[in-house]
């Protein structure tokens, strides 16, 4: 099950409070002022500071 857009529409990134966006591969959310990529396991994104790493 993919992440619904109602969820995306709602979740920002817990450092910067900007937008996240839905990385192609669906690995992860990406957060488009800070670069920062959340994981989704489980279909759950980890909204987490210290499990987001950092892509640009």
Do not use: F, N, W
């Not at 619904?4 to 957060?31: M, R």
Request: glycine share 2%; hydrophobic share 40%; proline share 7%.
């Amino acid at each position: 099950m993919a992440i619904s857009k109602d969820l995306l529409e709602i979740l920002v990134c817990p450092l910067c409070k900007a937008t996240v966006e839905l990385k192609p591969d669906q690995s992860g959310l990406k957060c488009v002022e800070c670069h920062r990529v959340y994981p989704i396991r489980d279909d759950i994104p980890v909204m987490l500071v210290d499990e987001a790493k950092i892509e640009e």
